[in-house]
Every structure is written in structure tokens, then in C-alpha cells.
């Protein structure tokens, strides 16, 4: 798939083929892609974030309305690395394109009370993590069905898309695995089965498992595979480092797709380069051919 | 029963149809999937019969118009809208899933509800789906010892099937135990392909006629039966066989034989070089 010259509005740079495996693996395109899904990005001793600045410049350039919860980096972080992917956030921002709710920067605020700014709502979990997450729902629930309202603006953009990186922090914050849960499980009713948009999500566990612990990532990683559509986890090689290969990608598909198929399980390598990734089988890489 | 390598929903979907086809009455409580999905493949003249409490939307109240929440998980509110929708007899109550239910209700209460449900008349079957990964061992101990039948599903060796452990106990006391293979079809019918074989090595196809090496060759390799019985006889020089032990134990007369006679320098003396200490 090659992305040609694109005419619109300027949001788009002509730019090489990249993550083109993996929209092949995927069987998807900013073109056509399967509405509904909730896919779910794990990784454990390895960085699944090059997946997330994939599926940020992949679902901005179908042109879909994107709320971005991003709790561990900033607003300057992601907009460089989709820089070099092609898409410009400041501008897709400015559109009103992207919804961006910059974690670290909103919890400042409400961690160290300035004046009269008390802070975005949705962070209030920050305040009482007893609460739960019905805040950052009805943050995100606003957000996404204002691009279904009656305005004329939002006959511009596509079905809605939640990205959240990354959920596992939250339980560093005190929040407990069951109240994730349910925040995932309400955005998905909303988001992924009322309003036909898709879902990304990344989890994060670096423990081992343990048995008797209920709160733990791996809990929250079960929990929210059961929910998802797709699942994506990230590993390191199991042989160790590789200069060539940075790790592997399991593709599971959870859920039978429409036609009742049941899609076989995949496993792939990749390696991440400056402009993109690229995916292989096991054992054909560039380097070892 | 499930896990996240293999989801029950579909046995589960195959068992609400069923029921239906034998003409009960089916009340879904959904909290995993949207009422749309759930119909799906459950549609025909039967579908009248099937009653779905979806739970999906808003299962802890969140929004204003909650269809059912989890907090309505209590013998008296359900027999209520079991008897709200239908006046004859006895239902099947399908719940999809027990684990959404004992994340939010304590599991004390939660089988105490589905015991109360069970004794009290107006349900005639529970049948619930369990991800047993998801909850600690005596949590899910817990609710298979309240369950007549459990069955745990995992995936099968080949990619459209899947392997059941059914556990039944009767009301003799009597335990039952049995697994099986099972294919799910599109329609929802389950179809038991035998018992499952652990213990035989996966087979990947007609066994292969096995090839003799040393035929069409342009040197014979084969050997005659007088050759291989000489060659059975030898022993090899360094096994260490009965034979060997007691030739080098009574050595023969023709093998030579060692004399040795200690000389005066081989007795040296670590502590008594000079050998002049009286000890």
C-alpha cells in the first residue's frame, strides 16, 4: 500500500509507506477498517508505545474524531514523534479533530491547587482515587458525542476513537483494577458499540504474576482482554537483546469477526526505525536473510 | 467456565438456543455484550421466547436510564422481572457474566442470590458464564461447589475446536467427570467430536510409510544372516561385559603374569625419609 500525494486540507505530508505491514497483518486502512473494536495493547519488559503513535497517525488519517487520554507524556512528546510519522497534532488539535487531555499537566493543577484553577474534572480520581473513573467517562463521553450532535462542524470527521496511554498508570495512582474495568467497560458501550468508533488501549505489566494479588497489571490485562476485540502484546525476545530486532508482537484476535471465522493467533517480529516499524515473520528479518 | 485463551460465549450462546428449541422460556441477563450482539444468531420463530435484561449500557447506574444494574443482582428483584414478563412455567435465567457480577457484589452474597434463586421456584436453570481467570481459586471454588455441572472450556489442538472438562454431580451424590472435543458451527449447534487424548502425540496426518535406507543403492549396506549373526556374537572391546570381568580375574595360563619384588627406594617414606625413626 503506497500513501500517495493526498489533496485535503493540508493536515497530511506526503509521506513513505510505513506501518504498512502491520495494516496488512491487521487487514486494515485509514480507508476501511472494522467499526466497534476495542484493541487492546499489552507489553511486559518491552515499549508498546510505537504502537500507539502508529494507531494516533493511522485513525487521524481516516479522518476520525480522536480523544487522546495521555497520562504519561506530553502534548510536545507526541506531536513529535506523529511529526515524523506525517500527521501534525498542533493542527489537527486547532481543527478540532483531536481531543488531547494531557494527564501530567492536568493533575498538576489539581495536586497543587493554583488561584482559582481548580482543574479539568476529569482528573478527579487524582483527589479521591475511592471514586473511580465515572469523571474521566463523562469527560471522554462529552468530548466524543459532541462529534454526533447537530453541529456542522462534525459532519466533517469520521466515528469517534478513544486512545488511552496508559491504563496501568492509573493503578499506580490508587486506583483499583475494578474501577478501570468498569471505565473501560462503559467507554467501550458508548464509544465502541453506541456510537460504532474504536478503542486503543495500552496496558503496561513489567511484574511477574502473582497469584494472590488482585490488583495487580496482570489482573487488569485479563480483565480488559476478555472486554477487547483484538490484542496486541509487545514482548522482548526471548533469546535477550537484539540490535536488529527490537522484539515480538502476538496478534490475537478475541472476538469472532462477523462471519463467525475464528482468526488464528499470529506471531510476528519487529523493529522500530525513526519513521515507522517494520514487521516480519519470525526469523526474516533484513539482517538474518 | 473460560479463560481468556478460549471464550465460552459462543457454548453458552449454542446453550441458550438450545433451550430455546426445547421451547422454554430464556431470560438473558447480559452484562458483557450489547442486546444487538447477543441476538445475534439467536434469531427465529423462538426468539419471542428469549427475554434480554441488558446490563451492558449501564450496569452500575452511571447515566440516568439504567435498563438493569448490577445492584438489581438479588433474588427478589429478579424473580420480579422474571414474573413481570412471563406468568408460565419455570425459567432458564442465563447470565452473562458471573464475573462482572463478584467484581461489584461480594461473593458471599453473590451465592447466597443464586442459592435463593435456585430454591425459590420461579427460575427452573441458571446457567452462567465464568472467566476463571479473572477471580482468586477459592472464589471460583466457591461457585463450582454451588453448580450441579461445570464445564471448563480451553482451546483444542486444532484451531476450530476446543476441549470441555465436564464435571456433573447428581442428586444421588454421585460425581461424574468426562472430557470432551466439541466444534461450535455458525448455527450454534455444538458438535462432540470424542473423547479428547492427552495423552497421544499430536498427529500430523497419515503416518508416513516409513522408508528403507539401504534400498536402491550401488553398494550393498544390507547383511546376510550369516554375517549378522557375527556380528551379534562380538563383543565390543570396551563394554565391560560379564565375560571380561572374569578373564581379568583369573588370568589364564598363557597371559603373562606380573612379578614384582618392592624395592628398597619404591618405599619411600613421606614423614620418615631417612627411614631411622623408631615409630
Known amino acids: ?42 507489553d511486559k519488559q518491552s515499549d508498546a508505545s510505537f504502537l500507539i503513535h502508529h494507531f494516533l497517525s493511522f485513525y487521524l488519517r481516516a479522518k476520525c ?16 514523534v506523529s511529526q515524523r510519522l506525517g500527521v501534525s497534532l498542533a493542527q489537527a488539535k486547532e481543527k478540532g479533530q483531536l481531543v488531547f487531555l494531557e494527564g501530567l499537566q492536568e493533575s498538576l493543577s489539581i495536586l497543587i491547587p493554583q488561584d482559582e484553577h481548580t482543574g479539568s474534572q476529569a482528573m478527579n480520581f487524582l483527589r479521591d482515587p475511592k471514586l473511580g473513573l465515572q469523571d474521566l467517562y463523562e469527560f471522554v463521553s462529552s468530548k466524543v458525542k459532541r462529534s454526533c450532535g447537530g453541529e456542522a462542524e462534525s459532519e466533517e470527521w469520521g466515528p469517534p476513537v478513544l486512545l488511552v496511554d496508559d491504563l496501568s498508570v492509573l493503578l499506580t495512582l490508587g486506583v483499583t483494577v475494578g474501577a478501570v474495568l468498569d471505565f473501560s467497560h462503559y467507554c467501550q458501550a458508548t ?4 456510537l460504532q468508533g474504536n478503542m486503543v488501549m495500552l496496558v503496561r505489566c513489567d511484574q511477574e504474576e502473582d497469584e494472590g494479588d488482585n490488583e495487580s497489571p496482570a489482573c487488569l490485562l485479563k480483565g480488559l482482554t476478555h472486554q477487547s476485540s483484538l490484542t496486541l502484546d509487545v514482548q522482548g525476545l526471548p533469546t535477550g537483546y537484539c540490535r536488529d530486532i527490537h522484539g515480538q508482537v502476538e496478534v490475537c484476535w478475541q472476538r469472532r469477526q462477523g462471519d463467525g471465522q475464528n482468526t488464528q493467533n499470529k506471531l510476528f517480529q519487529y523493529k522500530v526505525h525513526d519513521k515507522g516499524a517494520s514487521f516480519f515473520a519470525r526469523g526474516t528479518s533484513s539482517a538474518v536473510l | 467456565m473460560d ?41 427465529g420463530p423462538f426468539a419471542k421466547r428469549l427475554h434480554i435484561h441488558s446490563a451492558f449500557t449501564d450496569p452500575l447506574g452511571w447515566t440516568d436510564h439504567p435498563v438493569f444494574t448490577v445492584h438489581q443482582f438479588n433474588a427478589e428483584e429478579i424473580t ?42 420461579a427460575v427452573r436453570a441458571i446457567v452462567g458464564l465464568l ?10 471454588g466457591s461457585v463450582c461447589h454451588l453448580a450441579t455441572s461445570v ?36 448455527d450454534l449447534s455444538v458438535i462432540v467430536q470424542g473423547k479428547s487424548h492427552q ?11 516409513k522408508m528403507d535406507p539401504t534400498a536402491n543403492l550401488t553398494f550393498n549396506l544390507r547383511l546376510s544372516d550369516a554375517e549378522r549373526q557375527a556380528k551379534e556374537n562380538l563383543s565390543l572391546p570396551f563394554v565391560f561385559s560379564k565375560e571380561k570381568k572374569t578373564a581379568l580375574l583369573h588370568s589364564g595360563p598363557s597371559s603373562g603374569r606380573i612379578l614384582y619384588e618392592p624395592d628398597e627406594n619404591d618405599d619411600y617414606d613421606q614423614e620418615d625419609p631417612d627411614d631411622d625413626l623408631d615409630v
Open chain 2, 3 to 43: 479463560s481468556v485463551r478460549y471464550s465460552g460465549r459462543q457454548l453458552l450462546k449454542s446453550f441458550v438456543k438450545a433451550a430455546l428449541n426445547r421451547e422454554e422460556t430464556v431470560h438473558f441477563i447480559g452484562f458483557e455484550f450489547s442486546e444487538d450482539e447477543l441476538r445475534d444468531g439467536l434469531k
Open chain 1, 1 to 42: 500500500m503506497q500513501w500517495c500525494n493526498r489533496v485535503n486540507t493540508g493536515l497530511f505530508i506526503a509521506s513513505p509507506a510505513m506501518y504498512t505491514e502491520l495494516n496488512s497483518i491487521l487487514n486494515t486502512s485509514p480507508e476501511s477498517f472494522t467499526k466497534g473494536d476495542f484493541i487492546l495493547l499489552s
Open chain 2, 199 to 209: 495423552t497421544e502425540p499430536i498427529q500430523t496426518g497419515p503416518e508416513e510409510q
Open chain 2, 151 to 186: 464445564i471448563t472450556v480451553a482451546p483444542g489442538m486444532k484451531a476450530e475446536e476446543a476441549e470441555a472438562k465436564i464435571t456433573k454431580r447428581s442428586k444421588s451424590g454421585k460425581v461424574l467427570q468426562d472430557e470432551e472435543i466439541f466444534v461450535i458451527k455458525e
Open chain 1, 65 to 80: 474524531k480522536v480523544c487522546f487520554l495521555a497520562m504519561v507524556q506530553s502534548f510536545s512528546h507526541y506531536s513529535t
Open chain 2, 80 to 121: 420480579h422481572l422474571i414474573k413481570q414478563t412471563s406468568h408460565a412455567s419455570a425459567v432458564t435465567l442465563v447470565i452473562d457474566s458471573l464475573s462482572w457480577i463478584l467484581r461489584h457484589v461480594s461473593p458471599s452474597v453473590f451465592c447466597r442470590t443464586l442459592q435463593q434463586l435456585r430454591k425459590g421456584g
Open chain 1, 191 to 194: 464509544i465502541c458499540s453506541k
Open chain 2, 131 to 140: 472467566h476463571a481467570d479473572m477471580h482468586q481459586k477459592g472464589i471460583v
